[in-house]
């Protein structure tokens, strides 16, 4: 099915629901190909207080797509160390690099402010003149049909009493980010997956009047207590109100059987809890202090038609692994890219199940790892937590002290080719120099679709359709080379011909969401695997075909 070309009977482009991070991305990468998308969000105001304060190199990668350089910016700073699970004697249990600059060119791990990021999100998008904001509203009906959606909204009932306006609002796609208790998500019918895990924590946000880490150094900044009398985590919480100044601080505490949330919740239990922490209200301000119950879930569905769902509409994890908002990040991507191509006549609507299929199990992955590392952390017995300090030390010790790398999760099935290496996983990313200048790959030469060919043209080692295609798409063939050779661009470190090297291949298609469709190391193979995923995305034939 295509995508009516009748825009004259649409308000909009896209209508979200939910303006956090996600549905703010996800309105800004719509708006920059000149889609009009209409982002709704509930409340008048901002919400100005700390959730989320880490995101990983993928994260990073994104953001700098947008111009947000995540080593230079008052809202990001990062901890250039390792990140410690310890037993209440001291004694590591395990240790995690995210100390190394990772394969796709930034630092495994950075600490932010959310609300500083949303800001910056959000004066973006109110540069982009497609995008309209409409705050105060909140969806109470939604309908679709073959040819769009019908979203109906009403000015929420908190702020603008029972008498709040109505009105209705027609556009070609819906995208549901309206948080876990999504209407869009409930409207739809769509059911969610739960495992059954809930532990309810007490996140405490802090605003120190010195600097934490100096002051209690040589210990990590980063870390987390597995004490079965009460599990905690420490960790960076983003730079303070004066970037400059000293960095916001985060402790999370697991409620014991028994403690009640109201209790829990007052600010004289925070400073009882922070005090062997040497916070005290004479030098710290309390930011935040709010119980919340930690779980694992996911819908089983997220496209449906022409409605979408992201972000915690999709999935809920436990916070052990810091990929909560990361993955909400990767959905909005994930359907940007689909819902710019479907609207630009490129894809035909079925592209939107591949959606589904690829960032459900990619999200399974770290719930499912988040869960299992909350199988350790939240022991309360004393005796199973024994044995497990006694396990994991001896693990540690067989690695020599190794830390361990952070993981590389693979898409579910979808527009990638599952027989070529490295496929459905994100691609590396090394420094270049091309266009005069030396940065980065994705800033020195772009990003969408991108056939990378090293010391070898990709341009000649697909066919003529194949070419027409890739040229329908806005897609580009990149030939790499080594210092001193003669071509596009530099591998200035050689991370791109190590990379390459490694998995076999000479030719590497990347998605605009920077994920490797293939990799192929003859020109026969690329063209066999190229047609596989062109297959996948559902072109809809001319220009795609059209004579070069």
Not at 110 to 132: C, V
Not at 158 to 187: L, M, P, W
């Amino acid at each position: 099915m295509r995508v009516s070309t009748a825009k004259d009977s649409f308000d909009t482009d896209v209508a979200i629901v939910g303006a956090g991070p996600v549905g703010t991305l996800l309105a800004i990468l719509l708006g920059q190909r000149g889609k009009k998308v209409t982002l709704i969000e509930r409340w008048t105001t901002h919400y100005g207080l700390p959730r989320a304060v880490t995101y990983d190199h993928e994260i990073a990668r994104i953001f700098a797509t947008l111009g947000i350089d995540s080593e230079n910016d008052d809202a990001i700073n990062f901890h250039d160390e390792l990140y410690y699970c310890k037993n209440r004697d001291g004694q590591n249990l395990s240790i995690v690099d995210w100390q190394s600059q990772s394969a796709s060119g930034w630092r495994v791990r950075y600490w932010f402010n959310q609300p500083l990021m949303e800001k910056r999100l959000l004066g973006i998008a109110a540069t982009l003149p497609d995008i309209t904001i409409l705050r105060g509203w909140e969806g109470v009906g939604l309908e679709q049909d073959s040819e769009g959606v019908t979203l109906s909204l009403k000015q929420n009932p908190e702020e603008h009493g029972s008498n709040g306006e109505h009105k209705v609002i027609r556009a070609q796609f819906c995208a549901g980010t309206d948080g876990a208790n999504s209407f869009v998500r409930e409207s739809l019918g769509i059911e969610n997956e739960d495992k059954g895990y809930f532990f309810d924590w007490l996140i405490l946000d802090l605003i120190p009047d010195f600097d934490y880490v100096a002051a209690n150094a040589p210990n990590p900044a980063q870390w987390q207590l597995c004490d079965p009398k009460r599990p905690t985590t420490i960790v960076p919480g983003g730079p303070g109100p004066d970037p400059k100044g000293p960095a916001r601080r985060r402790w999370e505490y697991m409620l014991l059987p028994g403690e009640n949330i109201d209790e829990m919740q007052k600010p004289e239990k925070a400073w009882e809890l922070l005090a062997p922490w040497g916070i005290t209200p004479e030098n710290s301000d309390l930011e935040r202090s709010a119980v919340y119950r930690f779980q694992a879930r996911w819908a089983k569905q997220w496209n449906k038609g022409r409605c979408m769902i992201g972000g915690d509409a999709a999935h809920l994890m436990p916070p052990f692994a810091g990929e909560g908002m990361c993955a909400g990040v990767r959905d909005a991507v994930g359907m940007a890219w689909r819902l710019n191509g479907a609207l630009e006549g490129k894809y035909g609507l079925d592209v939107l199940d591949s959606y589904t299929t690829e960032r459900k199990e990619h999200a399974k992955h770290y719930i499912n790892f988040s869960q299992e590392l909350g199988q350790i952390i939240c022991i309360a017995d004393e005796q199973e937590a024994t044995e497990r300090d006694a396990r994991m030390i001896a693990d540690l010790a067989e690695r020599n002290n190794a830390p361990v790398p952070t993981d590389i999760c693979q898409l579910g099935q979808g527009a990638w080719c599952a027989d070529s290496a490295h496929a459905g996983e994100l691609a590396v990313q090394g420094v270049v120099e091309a266009n005069g200048k030396r940065d980065r790959f994705d800033q020195a030469v772009g990003q969408g679709w991108v056939l990378l060919g090293y010391e070898a043209d990709p341009a000649q080692a697909i066919t003529k359709e194949q070419r027409a295609e890739l040229a329908a798409l806005d897609g580009m063939t990149v030939q790499i080379c080594a210092p001193g050779g003669a071509c596009d661009v530099v591998d200035v470190e050689g991370t791109f011909k190590a990379w390459l090297d490694e998995i076999d291949a000479k030719y590497v298609l990347i998605r605009p969401d920077f994920y490797v469709a293939v990799t192929a190391n003859t020109p026969e193979k690329l063209q066999e695997r190229f047609a596989k995923v062109m297959k996948e995305l559902h072109l809809t034939g001319a220009p795609a075909l059209a004579a070069e």
